[in-house]
């Protein structure tokens, strides 16, 4: 099981970014994905999840209305698009197969009062 997370960086409070997780190493288009997240001193924490057809979908209540989880089973990807981002965002972003214990390197999010 690998996977591979992209698209973090620096944003000013309100912006926005798109993170992309890349898996390979299992069947993906049978697997629910989650995204999690983790700050300095806190634990990680899931902020989304969808199913592997991507019929139910649930968001953390810190990040509903604001962050929206989607896949593309073709290309065994998995997105988190996050608008009106908060300082209180800045984390390591993760993405997990639910199906493996396995994590990636996860990318920064850093977001800028």
């Known amino acids: 099981v690998q996977l591979v997370e992209s698209g973090g960086g620096l944003v000013q409070s309100g912006g926005s970014l798109r993170l992309s997780c890349a898996a390979s190493g299992f069947t993906f288009s049978r697997s629910a994905m989650s995204w999690y997240r983790q700050a300095p001193g806190k634990e990680r924490e899931q902020v989304a999840i969808i199913t592997s057809n991507s019929g139910i979908i649930h968001y953390a209540d810190s990040v509903k209305g604001r962050f929206t989880i989607s896949r593309d089973n073709a290309k065994n990807q998995v997105y988190l698009q996050m608008n009106s981002l908060k300082p209180e965002d800045t984390a390591v972003y993760y993405c997990?197969?639910?199906?493996?214990?396995?994590w990636g390197q996860g990318t920064q999010v850093t977001v800028s009062s």
């Open positions: 997990k197969s639910a199906a493996y214990n396995a």
